[in-house]
């Protein structure tokens, strides 16, 4: 699931998880820096409550991707940009940890619903590091439709099929 901000991905994702059957992870990538990130985080953590089994890892995303028990049916990974950004945030090496997500993309354990931000629709940032954000997220976005059977874009909660089907 592919969107800006507000665009009612992580719900539309959410609601296609519930839709399969079996085990569900949901592996969350934010880390509360403030006030403000707590209640988003616990508005999340409670509209999947009791649906979803939750892990949350800012950082090692692949790892605990493969690591998982099996007799998983369906990994929602909620958000990608968020999780690139605390690669930032943390300076760790972008190339490998991107590349490692490329390779448990291409052949993942169990059915992957990965929801990350469209960052290339507005201006251009007027600082170094928000343009290099919103660069290496529009590049690490294009590796994964390609790797993808499904990309939706949603915008205004609408859901846009741009590869696959919706269902």
Not at 62 to 82: K, Q
Not at 99 to 124: A, K, M
Request: glycine fraction near 8%; charged fraction near 25%.
């Amino acid at each position: 699931m592919i969107g800006g901000g507000r665009s009612g991905k992580s719900t539309w994702a959410e609601a296609y998880a519930r839709s399969h059957e079996g085990k569900r992870i949901y592996l969350a990538t934010a880390e509360a820096f403030d006030d403000e990130m707590k209640k988003r985080i616990k508005a999340h953590q409670a509209r999947r409550s009791g649906e979803f089994i939750t892990i949350e890892e800012p950082l090692e995303l692949s790892e605990r991707i493969m690591s998982m028990a099996s007799g998983v049916d369906v990994c929602l990974i909620d958000c990608l940009t968020v999780w690139l950004g605390n690669l930032m945030h943390y300076e760790k090496n972008l190339e490998t940890y991107l590349e490692d997500l490329y390779r448990v993309v291409g052949s993942p354990p169990c059915e992957l619903i990965l929801v990350t931000n469209e960052t290339g629709l507005g201006i251009i940032p007027a600082d170094s590091m928000s343009r290099t954000f919103r660069d290496r997220a529009g590049w690490m976005n294009q590796r994964l439709a390609v790797l993808a059977d499904r990309v939706v874009l949603l915008v205004a909660g609408i859901p846009l099929a741009l590869k696959g089907t919706l269902s």
